[in-house]
């Protein structure tokens, strides 16, 4: 089992910048595929962006594409969401998980979410 925990949560306006951060500890011996996901209010969770644990690869939804940027430091066995030009629309709780690839069909781990509000 691992465990995950996000912070770097806030309000921000529009166009602004904010970096999440999520620790994990446990069984991180383990070379976990990492992934950031996101839900609002009355949608489903959505996969925002993923990295495998070499950083190497990485992956994106097209809707972040360009704004945010995964990436991660496996001696602090943290991941981290850059994310700039926010939009309301991205306005949800975030979520980090590990799994073994960036399919992410059966998620090792979740994190329990950090809120993110940008206002217009």
């Known amino acids: 089992q691992v465990l995950l925990v996000e912070s770097g949560g806030g309000l921000v306006q529009a166009g602004g910048s904010l970096r999440l951060s999520c620790a994990a500890s446990g069984r991180t011996r383990i070379r976990y595929t990492m992934g950031w996901f996101r839900q609002a209010p009355g949608k489903e969770r959505e996969f925002v962006a993923g990295i495998t644990w070499s950083g190497y690869s990485t992956d994106y939804s097209d809707s972040v594409k360009g704004r945010f940027t995964i990436s991660r430091d496996n001696d602090k066995n943290t991941v981290y969401l850059q994310m700039d030009s926010l939009k309301p629309e991205d306005t949800a709780v975030y979520y980090c998980?590990?799994?073994?690839?960036?399919?992410?069909?059966?998620?090792?781990?979740w994190g329990q979410g950090t809120q993110v509000t940008v206002s217009s």
């Open positions: 998980a590990a799994d073994l690839d960036m399919k992410f069909v059966t998620p090792i781990g």
